[in-house]
């Protein structure tokens, strides 16, 4: 199992739709979680951090399930600029950071 | 704040040679710096990681004698890929982390470094 699973997508949705992708991860000691945004070609942009109790910022929620080690990000009314490849990254011990292989998401108009 | 630069942004080599690619943090002190390689349509495989005056530790399956990491202060990492072949053609994208900034582990990603070798 790779340490660190994302759905590749594409996922493609319509302007002001509601979109959820979920992240999980396989080590259990696992210590720190976040959501970067990666458009083509280009270098990955933190969109936010994954808090236990979770977070939310604007249009964007993130949230963390130790339990069953996954995290999980919601897109609400998207935007056209929301079109990027989302990357959930885990942290395990000593800050060592693990990427997943993305999440697409195309929104259409 | 929390910029980071790389240098040069794309690059073209011919097989055989050395490239250095160059990472820096332009406004904070960078406690750690990781270096990333990212082929078309794959996510970010991390090859090393580096700490300012100390040897960088690789990821399994990346040569140290080809893939030389040197970071000698706080504010840059070096990456030299040495005799460069086709294979190594790829995104390299280095990050810095610092305890100032955002947090211990938020990492920060320089603009990337595309490698062409010939």
């Known amino acids: 199992r790779k340490e660190v699973e994302q759905d590749p997508g594409p996922f493609n949705v319509p302007e002001g739709a509601t979109v959820a992708f979920n992240c999980t991860y396989s080590n259990s000691a696992s210590q720190s979680f976040f959501w970067y945004r990666q458009d083509c070609r280009k270098e990955p942009k933190l969109l936010m951090s994954v808090y236990s109790s979770g977070n939310e910022d604007g249009r964007f929620t993130a949230q963390l399930n130790r339990a069953s080690q996954y995290i999980s990000l919601l897109i609400r009314d998207s935007k056209l600029s929301d079109s990027a490849t989302y990357l959930c990254v885990v942290n395990r011990g000593s800050y060592i950071p693990t990427f997943g292989r993305g999440t697409s998401l195309i929104v259409h108009p | 704040g929390a910029v980071v630069s790389q240098h040069p942004s794309r690059v073209i080599c011919k097989s055989g040679t050395s490239v250095k690619i160059e990472c820096r943090s332009l406004?904070?002190?960078?406690?750690?710096m990781f270096w990333y390689r990212q082929f078309p349509k794959q996510s970010l495989m991390l090859m090393a990681t580096s700490n300012e005056g100390s040897k960088a530790t690789y990821e399994q399956g990346v040569e140290k004698d080809k893939f030389l990491i040197n970071h000698a202060s706080l504010t840059l990492s070096t990456l030299t890929v040495t005799s460069a072949h086709p294979e190594d053609s790829s995104f390299y994208i280095c990050?810095?982390?610092?305890?100032?900034?955002?947090?211990?582990?938020?990492?920060?990603f320089g603009p990337g470094t595309r490698l062409t070798v010939l």
């Open positions: 990050s810095a982390t610092s305890s100032g900034q955002g947090g211990t582990d938020t990492q920060y």
């Open positions: 406004d904070f002190q960078a406690t750690t």
